[in-house]
């Protein structure tokens, strides 16, 4: 069975300062990764995927990713946070085949202090 | 081209009545998942549809919920006899038919149900 385990349900770094968040899964085959973020009262936005080619991945609004099979990891990093980062972010992990269905980590909130 | 569409995006019902969540997919997708976002947890998967079939609805209560994508319309949510426990953020989702499993989909912006 898959799971998704996200460090840490609030992160609060300054503006300007590196952000930093965790995701670590487990899964009986080679899977799928996904980074989303929600911002308040709206759904969520596919920030970034890891789909079995390079296993850094950049994303959109300056974000990034890594995939480390031997840390079973796919941590999520930007250099410089912006006050606009404040949101919540979920980890998610799927097959590469069979049902389509993601399984999320229970999501992290960024607060952005200026 | 519009997003994936749910409505209402707000809904108020009383326990014991009804709702109804209506999630209309992208152009040209023709798979709809419904996820369920209770507060301060992630989204849990409650079921995958296609037109007028349910693929994989391991995630649905066995209970008071049903879900159905008919060959005309929009995907309905239904919920019967609604609890207080059902209060939550409920999230559609599409996919085109062609795509493998990992490449994500698109997300409504959901409806928030609260029940009193």
């Known amino acids: 069975a898959q799971s998704v385990t996200q460090l840490g349900s609030h992160v609060s770094v300054s503006e300007g300062a590196l952000v930093l968040l965790r995701c670590n899964y487990s899964?009986?085959?080679?899977?799928?990764l996904f980074w989303y973020v929600q911002y308040p009262n709206q759904g969520l936005q596919l920030l970034l995927k890891?789909?079995?080619?390079?296993?850094l991945v950049k994303g959109i609004n300056g974000f990034e990713a890594e995939f480390k099979k031997s840390e079973t990891s796919f941590h999520l990093t930007k250099p410089s946070a912006h006050m606009s980062d404040a949101a919540e972010y979920f980890c998610?992990?799927?097959?590469?085949?069979?049902?389509?269905?993601?399984?999320f980590g229970q999501g992290t909130r960024l607060t952005i202090n200026p | 081209n519009a997003g994936v569409m749910q409505n209402p995006r707000h809904l108020v019902r009383r326990r014991g009545q009804e709702a109804r969540l209506r999630c209309s997919p992208m152009?040209?997708?023709?798979?709809v998942y419904w996820y369920r976002q209770l507060p301060e947890e992630g989204l849990k998967f409650m079921v995958y549809?296609?037109?007028?079939?349910?693929?994989?609805e391991s995630g649905m209560p066995k209970e008071r919920f049903s879900a159905e994508f008919p060959k005309e319309g929009p995907s309905i949510l239904r919920i019967q006899q609604v609890v207080r426990g059902d209060s939550a953020a409920y999230f559609c989702?599409?996919?085109?038919?062609?795509?493998?499993?990992?490449?994500?989909?698109?997300f409504g912006s959901g409806t928030r149900l609260t029940v009193v």
């Open positions: 549809l296609q037109k007028e079939n349910i693929i994989d």
């Open positions: 989702a599409s996919s085109p038919p062609y795509l493998p499993g990992g490449n994500g989909y698109t």
């Open positions: 998610a992990v799927s097959l590469i085949q069979g049902a389509q269905k993601l399984v």
């Open positions: 899964s009986s085959v080679p899977p799928y």
């Open positions: 890891y789909t079995s080619a390079a296993t």
């Open positions: 152009k040209g997708h023709s798979h």
